[in-house]
Nanobody
Framework: QVQLVESGGGLVQAGGSLRLSCAAS????????MGWYRQAPGKQRELVAS???????NYADSVKGRFTISRDNAKNTLYLQMNSLKSEDTAVYSC?????????WGQGTQVTVSS
């Protein structure tokens, strides 16, 4: 199985930047998809960004042009670079990985953007 551990969350001012990391360990083979999700107070969990094994990326409209998802395969790590942060980006961010037939989730990391 796969274990995922997020890090890099914290408090940042509006307009600032933050980089989240998701370190994967375990049986890291045949992962077809990885993504970052977030859940803000009073909001439904939403997909923020995703990347396939082939490198195709997808972003929520609300973060396009501001967030970038990337991988470092040598370090088995997924990243989310967040720029021009807004107060509405405040949420718990979690990473997920699909290794058919399973989906694995990290514990989540809190991102708080102050206005």
């Amino acid at each position: 199985q796969v274990q995922l551990v997020e890090s890099g969350g914290g408090l940042v001012q509006a307009g600032g930047s933050l980089r989240l990391s998701c370190a994967a360990s375990g049986s890291i083979v045949s992962i077809s998809y990885m993504g970052w999700y977030r859940q803000a107070p009073g909001k439904q969990r939403e997909l923020v960004a995703s990347i396939t094994s082939g490198g195709n990326t997808n972003y929520a409209d609300s973060v396009k042009g501001r967030f970038t998802i990337s991988r470092d395969n040598a370090k088995n790590t997924l990243y989310l670079q967040m720029n021009s942060l807004k107060s509405e980006d405040t949420a718990v961010y979690s990473c997920a990985a699909r290794q058919t037939p399973y989906v694995y989730w990290g514990q989540g990391t809190q991102v708080t953007v102050s206005s």
